[in-house]
Every structure is written in C-alpha cells, then in structure tokens.
C-alpha cells in the first residue's frame, strides 16, 4: 500500500452483528492504521420513536443475539430484555455518536454504548442512559443531554444517514474504499480480519 486511501466503516452502535463484528475489527483497523484513514459512520438501524417494541421483534432480535454467540463466542446479558422496555430506536444512539466525534472520544462512546448495552443490561435508546455514559468518559452530563436533543445534532445526523446511504451503506457492518475510481464494497468476514486485509490492499 504505497498511497493512503480512505476507508469507510458504517456502523449502528446498536447493531448486534457490530458488536459481534468488533474484535475481528480491531485487528483489521490495527493492520490499516498506517496505511488508510478510516472513517466511522453512523449507520441509523432504526429511527426515533417512543412506542414500545412488539413482542415478535423482541423475540427476533434475542434470537439474533443467541446466533451470534453460537457462531462467534461473543458475550451478551440476555437480561436486557427482562430488565428493559425497549423500543426500536438507534437514532438516539447515533447522535451520541456524533457528539463524541466532535471532542475526538466516538470510538470511546461507542465502546461504552455497546458495553452497557450488551454487557449490562442498559438501554441505549434512553437519552438519560446515553448522557451517563457520556459524563463517564469526559462529558457534562446536563450539556450532552441538552445537545442530544438538538435541532443541529439531528440535521447532522440526518446529513451522515444521506453520505451512508449513497456510499452503499444499508447494513451494519459495512466497510468501503474509496478509491480514485470510486466506492468500492468489501463483504465483511466476522473471523478473519486477514482476508479483509487482503481485498483492501490489492485496491491499492
């Protein structure tokens, strides 16, 4: 790799096949980081809303939760959906993403969404929920709750939903390259950061 490109990753800090996707992509990120400037992007799985989530889709994605653990050993506390009444909501999230970005702590944001949800139980889609973890890492609380909610913070949000989508960007997780003939799509491999090493250094 002789000339530094641009690498995409589009994520949902609530996506469970990004969390089941991290390690894998730690190693991938460790291996490019002298070579290509990666890109977070926030992907908006699912917009806001304050309606409870229908029994059939709890059960869908706590299945989901059960494959991966069977497929890639990760970790998740299924008392989440005893201890919780979530709704289908990720954009909340995704803001808080956002806002992290701007003091150069998104990667440390994200780390402590997935933790707290997958790990302890916590409900990301709570604003209160997302404004605690964010005073854990450096934030005011009151300040973050309040940007949270802002008209600014949302057009940007919806700005970064627009760029993913015409990248290619529908599913989480989602890498591309930008190259000098356009946007290339690299399939994703949960257990292998070495094939997806491979792809991208032959684009350059």
């Known amino acids: 790799m002789s000339e530094k490109r641009k690498l995409y990753y589009v994520y949902d800090p609530m996506c469970s096949w990004c969390w089941g996707f991290k390690p894998t992509w730690k190693q991938l990120e460790q291996k490019l980081h002298n070579h290509v400037e990666i890109q977070y992007v926030v992907g908006g799985l699912a917009p806001d809303t304050l309606e409870p989530m229908p029994m059939q889709m709890k059960e869908q994605i706590a299945s989901y939760w059960h494959k991966i653990e069977r497929l890639l050993g990760t970790q998740f506390n299924h008392d989440f959906w005893k201890n919780n009444e979530p709704s289908r909501s990720t954009y909340p999230s995704c803001r808080a993403m956002l806002l992290a970005r701007e003091k150069g702590l998104e990667k440390q944001m994200l780390s402590r969404v997935q933790e707290a949800y997958y ?64 946007i290339v799509e690299i399939p994703i491999d949960y257990q292998d950061s070495e094939s997806m090493f491979i792809k991208i250094s032959a684009l350059f």
């Open 119 to 182: 790990l302890e139980a916590k409900n990301p889609s709570d604003p209160i929920v997302l404004a605690t973890l964010a005073q854990e890492i450096g934030f005011d609380f009151d300040s973050f709750l309040s940007d949270l909610v802002s008209n600014s913070v949302n057009e940007a949000l919806l700005e970064e939903l627009k760029f993913a989508r015409s990248i290619g960007g529908n599913s989480f997780p989602s890498l591309f390259v930008e190259t000098s003939e356009g």
